[in-house]
């Protein structure tokens, strides 16, 4: 089984979480492809034939991506919009028919802070997604509380993020390990 990671943090060289999810991810599971949107296009301007040939190689495709103002980082949503193109992705094509869509994601805010709006309001577009490109939706792997302070994280702070993006990586895997 192919698995594809589209890894949409614009800023990794900062990141706490998804860096160390990443990296657990591959400790466990050597053989996944995990492509760095923000290395390969700093400029957001995309290799669309390049990464559409990485789909159609996939079975397994993962978004990697902290949530932004409740969807996806900019760099993640702009991939989506001219990737998953007419006549690749949609209408003439469905290249991405019968893969599955695995969203994994990070939230800073604890997950009581989603009480009166729970996250899975914010699936609807992406399950759409999928489904008009015939994809199947899986069930997401979602972390709270995966955030710091002002910029600047105390170590114990760090400790606590660093397990739960080990926990993270791990439900992740365990869930592509089910698929195939």
Not at 32 to 40: F, P, T
Not at 87 to 116: C, M, N, V
Not at 152 to 171: D, G
Request: glycine share 4%; with cysteine; proline share 6%.
């Amino acid at each position: 089984m192919n698995v594809l990671i589209i890894n949409g943090h614009p800023t990794m060289e900062t990141s706490n979480a998804n860096k160390a999810i990443l990296e657990e991810v591959k400790r466990l599971l050597p053989e996944v492809e995990i492509s760095e949107l923000q290395a390969l296009y700093p400029n957001y301007q995309f290799d669309i034939a390049a990464e559409q040939a990485k789909l159609v190689k996939a079975d397994v495709i993962v978004w990697q991506f902290p949530l932004n103002w409740y969807s996806l980082p900019a760099l993640l949503k702009k991939w989506v919009d001219d990737v998953f193109a007419f006549g690749f992705a949609y209408d003439t094509a469905y290249r991405l028919e019968g893969k599955k869509l695995l969203l994994s994601f990070t939230i800073g805010a604890p997950e009581e802070a989603y009480q009166k709006c729970p996250v899975s309001n914010f699936f609807y577009p992406h399950r759409q997604t999928a489904n008009f490109t015939k994809m199947e939706f899986l069930d997401p792997v979602v972390s709270y509380s995966m955030h710091y302070e002002h910029g600047v994280m105390p170590k114990e702070a760090l400790s606590v993020v660093q397990q739960k993006a080990k926990e993270h990586a791990a439900r992740l895997v365990e869930q592509i390990k089910k698929l195939g």
